[in-house]
């Protein structure tokens, strides 16, 4: 076997976020670049969908899927950040009419998803306009594209963004949200609180005491 070529466990982590036939698709070549064997590599991405929630509940599909969320693999050299924030203004020029302002902000808030842990205070991106058709979804999905660990949805309630949030770390991205966010509800709250590190909501989970920071 030959030494690997890319980071085990980010690895191991994209093809555990596979669809089952992607994966059979992948799984040799992965297994080469890891330098391992693809029937250790099959019992590692199990093991990795097992701890990431993504093995589905066949037994009551009512439930719904699992949430997945998959981490780009990092770039093996130095990144000009410069460069970087030009290609998102540019790109997000194609898609969507704003001022040049409007423009920079948004890429600069892109990159500080990547790097949020370095900072104290998390500023909120809040897309607005003054009627329909606009352009806030279609800056929403180029977001999706983009931002760090994205987590698009159309509504979500108190519980599930206190459990995604607590397991994943992701960026948010919520549509619509004048149509179920009521100002000083439970949803708001947890919003409110989120924005700067020391932050913390509690929950009872079943039997358990959890908090959030």
């Known amino acids: 076997m030959t030494a690997p070529s890319v980071d085990r466990a980010t690895e191991i982590e994209r093809l555990a976020a596979l669809e089952s036939m992607d994966y059979d698709v992948a799984r040799r070549g992965a297994a080469k670049r890891l330098g391992i064997r693809s029937r250790i590599l099959d019992q590692e ?60 902000a948004i890429a600069l808030w892109v990159l500080h998803t990547w790097m949020v842990d370095k900072f104290t205070i998390s500023p909120r991106l809040a897309i607005t306009s003054p009627t329909k058709g606009c352009g806030k979804t279609t800056m929403l999905r180029f977001l999706n594209q983009v931002v760090c660990r994205p987590k698009r949805a159309g509504s979500i309630s108190p519980s599930a963004l206190f459990r995604v949030a607590e397991q994943f770390q992701p960026t948010i991205l919520l549509d619509e949200t004048e149509k179920y966010i009521e100002h000083g509800s439970d949803l708001h709250a947890l919003l409110n609180e989120g924005h700067a590190k020391g932050g913390t909501v509690l929950r009872v989970l079943g039997e358990k005491l959890s908090s959030r920071h």
């Open 45 to 104: 991405v199990a093991k990795k969908r097992r701890a990431l929630g993504f093995e589905s509940n066949d037994s009551d599909p009512g439930q719904g899927r699992a949430v997945k969320m998959l981490d780009v693999l990092p770039w093996p050299e130095p990144v000009n950040s410069d460069h970087v924030a030009s290609a998102l203004t540019a790109a997000l020029k194609r898609y969507v009419v704003l001022a040049d302002t409007a423009e920079d």
